[in-house]
């Protein structure tokens, strides 16, 4: 059985499978301990970290790219807003 199987624990259906499901869970549990006593926002930002690579950087660089991202973001959204208002009144008003 892989790891990425979709059966559950409630869902598998021999005991095998069972066991099996309960030692990768176990193995999880061990492996990241941290993960299993976060709240949803806290994995959601440790998701965040690990997904771009902010992990293995000072705490100087993380805080200079999220500003960047947050920058981006605001320029994205103002523009966004923008062009939808303008595209609102020439097309619809």
């Known amino acids: 059985m892989s790891l990425h199987s979709s059966t559950t624990l409630a869902e598998a259906s021999s005991s095998d499978e069972k066991f099996q499901l309960a030692e990768i869970w176990k193995t999880l549990r061990q492996t990241f301990p941290r993960f ?47 062009s939808a208002t303008e595209f609102c009144k020439r097309n619809l008003w």
Request: hydrophobic share 50%; proline share 0%; charged share 15%.
């Open 36 to 82: 299993e006593t976060m709240n949803w926002v806290q994995r959601k930002i440790y998701l965040y970290n690990v997904t771009f690579g902010l992990y293995m950087l000072d705490w100087w660089e993380r805080c200079l790219f999220n500003t960047l991202v947050v920058l981006l973001m605001w320029f994205v959204c103002r523009n966004g807003f923008r």
